[in-house]
């Protein structure tokens, strides 16, 4: 899912950074508004569990990965998609700055996909859901799924413009790996907005999905 600096063009690289820019604009302009001292312990635990496990790396084939995504937990629990688009970029900048996980060039595409797909995805579904099933729980599991799986199609529609794999093959490998993990993403998630909404209600309101 970490797109590296040779997999897509520079000029489709430039494409995307214009639209991450975008969507990281309005986060920043989320968080002026949004974050306060409640908030701040919070990010930085859900920046720091979000880096763990998109630690752990699947071989998918054709030169990618396949890991957890994050999106769907850091919307849900802070209450808005931009609040995913904030802390992935946190965590992607850190990954390939730091790490070399995930290229330079390509962090656009790859905020795009795991901050601004996967934020929107989790959180819009998570809102949805709740609204027909009345159970968080059972709510934030099935975005999650959705908030791992839809980037990652994504991510091999972008390869497939870029000309590093093609689409039909791409979309299956990356397609059946993330929804195989999805499960393991929705499990997590839906673990931690009962931990936190047990230990600290205050945070969250269940009963609506929206922060407090």
């Not at 309005?26 to 001292?37: F, S």
């Not at 795991?114 to 729980?137: C, D, E, H, R, S």
């Not at 999805?182 to 945070?203: D, F, H, K, Q």
Request: charge should be negative; proline fraction near 4%.
């Amino acid at each position: 899912m970490h797109i590296p600096d040779v997999f897509i063009p520079l000029w489709q690289s430039a494409i995307y950074w214009v639209i991450a820019l975008v969507f990281i604009a309005l986060a920043l302009r989320w968080a002026r508004n949004e974050l306060d001292d409640e908030k701040v312990p919070l990010i930085a635990v859900l920046a720091a569990g979000i880096f763990a496990i998109q630690a752990f790396n699947l071989p998918v084939g054709m030169g990618t990965t396949g890991h957890l995504v994050g999106g769907a937990l850091a919307a849900i629990v802070l209450g808005s998609p931009y609040a995913a688009v904030f802390v992935l970029t946190l965590v992607l900048l850190v990954q390939a700055v730091v790490f070399g996980d995930g290229g330079i060039t390509t962090m656009g595409a790859n905020i795009i996909n795991m901050g601004v797909i996967g934020g929107f995805v989790g959180f819009y579904t998570y809102q949805g859901v709740l609204k027909a099933a009345k159970n968080p729980y059972l709510s934030a599991a099935i975005a999650a799924w959705l908030a791992c799986l839809i980037p990652a199609l994504a991510a091999s529609v972008e390869m497939f413009i870029a000309g590093t794999f093609p689409l039909v093959e791409g979309m299956i490998a990356m397609g059946t790996y993330h929804a195989a993990i999805g499960v393991i993403e929705a499990v997590i998630t839906a673990g931690a907005v009962y931990l936190i909404a047990s230990a600290r209600p205050e945070l969250m309101d269940t009963s609506t999905g929206a922060t407090a």
